[in-house]
């Protein structure tokens, strides 16, 4: 996990962005006010990330890259988008159809994945985009218009979920620990959600009322092998269910390939991670604080998988896979992807950066990758060095 910077660390908020900031924290407490003074995080988190024109992925930014708050596997390199092409192109060799990409960053997974599949010979008959970013799809397209016309041609965005179920992979990088979730804090043996309340110009956490141990806080304690301690805290994120079931009804047959960061419910919930896994980033830096810099900072959870395998067979999808990405990449080629470069320049650098997408220490095994299937025959080979669907 990436530990968090103190505030004087954080570089400061430029001028602009301390007006969008100012807006988007009155718009919030606002809202607080018409509350009566208590908001769940899930609905703080709610405004601070999508509120129409204000929200940190609704208005206009540099998010993601160096220049952004944060960097994703696909910036890190194109190994990484190559090796998920080799996947998808099994499964469009079952299946044919399409590509459903759910926010696609700056596009270049996609564009990268689309080069690779022409070279397998494997395209699909589009590839689609859903962004709830306008600025994000606006890089996308500058992005996919770099491309040859016949693969550009391919590439469509969407204003929402394809009502027709497709045939061929949904695809979701690090999307899941972008929902809203809630705060939670194990208190006399039940659990309290933890809300926000205003201070001065500023908002502050306040402990709300007891969640019902069979409802949304029932994974914190019933479901667990050991007791938490009074004052735990944690994330528990409702959404879950509803976005597998939605997409999930988008796949008529082929997979769904999610990548995040994330824990099987046993270790998400350890006593000894006890402050939670919420995380801010804001210029590259990761802090715990989501009450400064509000909607100029991206806000985000580590995943459960547990409830999204739970999810997952609500919604008549088969779990099909579940392992780090290390051993994905693996699985997909890129030792051998990086063994093909002959310049010596051009080698080291593919070595360091596949070295950053499988090492322990950097994003190899904090980040998982998960496959979601419905009527497809074939093992995935992305999964075939590791199965570790049993710690769900």
Known sequence: MTASAPHSMLPSLSPDEERHSSAAAALIRERLSAAGGWLSFEQFMELALYAPGLGYYSAGSVKIGASGDFVTAPEVSDLFSRCVAQQCADVLGETGGEILELGAGTGRMAATVLEALAKLGVLPDRYAILEVSA???????????????????????????????????????????????????VRDGGVRELGVGAQGEGFVWVEGPAIDDGAAG??????????????????????????????????????????????????????????????????????????????VQD??????????????????????????????????????????????????????????????????ESFKVMALCRNLQQPLRGFAYQDLRRSL
């Not at 007791?227 to 047959?253: F, K, M």
Request: proline share 6%.
């Open 218 to 295: 029932g994974a914190l304690l019933s479901d667990l092998p050991f007791a938490l301690p009074d004052g735990y805290t944690s994330e528990i994120c409702p959404r879950v269910g509803p976005w597998i079931a939605g997409v999930g009804q988008c796949l008529d047959q082929g997979a769904l390939l999610l990548f995040d960061y994330g824990l099987p419910r046993a270790h998400y919930y350890h006593p000894d991670r006890s402050d939670g896994t919420l995380r801010c980033f804001f210029k590259q830096r990761a802090h715990d604080d989501p009450f400064i810099n509000i909607a």
């Open 135 to 185: 600025d994000l799809a606006e890089r996308q397209r500058e992005r996919i218009q770099q491309l040859p016309q016949s693969l550009r041609d391919r590439v469509v965005w969407l204003e929402r979920l394809p009502e027709t179920p497709i045939r061929g992979v949904i695809l979701a990088n690090e999307v899941l620990d972008a929902l809203p979730f809630r705060r939670v804090v």
């Open 299 to 364: 806000i985000t959870a580590w995943v459960d998988f547990t409830r999204v395998a739970e999810a997952a067979l609500d919604a008549d999808l088969e779990v099909a896979g579940f392992a780090t990405q290390a051993a994905f990449l693996l699985g997909n080629g890129i030792e051998a992807m990086t063994a093909e470069a002959t310049d010596v320049a051009a080698h080291a650098k593919l070595a360091g950066e596949a070295r950053r997408l499988l090492l322990p220490g950097e994003m190899g």
